[in-house]
């Protein structure tokens, strides 16, 4: 294979890997509010293979902004907020800096939707 050739598979490979959140985002007006609307909401995004967890969740530094991404998951640290990162729409937390009502516990992002706090006032 010449080199430029594998350079441009190599960059190609590089594209969709970092793309890949920004591909399977969308922007909602809002996050479920009760497991049967998370529920519903999963089963239409479809989310399988590789990123199999549904989230939905506040863009960082957005206020009133939320998306949905399939993704791969685990525990969200005690009083961080699960966020989607602003520039690349990837699970991300931040610091909670609401007054009262933040996680005191690790939690799983898919449980977002217990935490009304997190979803609307988490880190403003």
């Known amino acids: 294979?010449?080199?430029l050739l594998l350079?441009?598979?190599?960059?190609?490979?590089?594209t969709c890997t970092f793309t890949w959140a920004g591909q399977n985002f969308v922007s909602v007006t809002d996050c479920p509010q009760d497991a049967n609307g998370w529920e519903?909401?999963?089963?239409k995004k479809n989310c399988y293979g590789d990123t199999p967890d549904?989230?939905?969740a506040a863009i960082?530094?957005?206020?009133?902004e939320f998306g949905e991404i399939c993704t791969k998951y685990g525990l969200t640290p005690s009083n961080k907020c699960a966020v989607l990162n602003a520039q690349t729409h990837n699970l991300d937390s931040v610091e909670c800096k609401a007054a009262s009502g933040c996680p005191s516990q690790p939690?799983?992002?898919?449980?977002?939707?217990?935490?009304k706090m997190i979803l609307q006032f988490c880190y403003f």
Request: glycine share 4%.
């Open 107 to 115: 939690y799983i992002p898919s449980e977002l939707w217990r935490c």
């Open 60 to 64: 960082e530094n957005k206020e009133g």
């Open 1 to 3: 294979m010449s080199p």
């Open 7 to 14: 350079c441009s598979v190599f960059i190609l490979m590089l």
């Open 54 to 56: 549904y989230l939905c």
């Open 40 to 43: 519903l909401r999963s089963k």
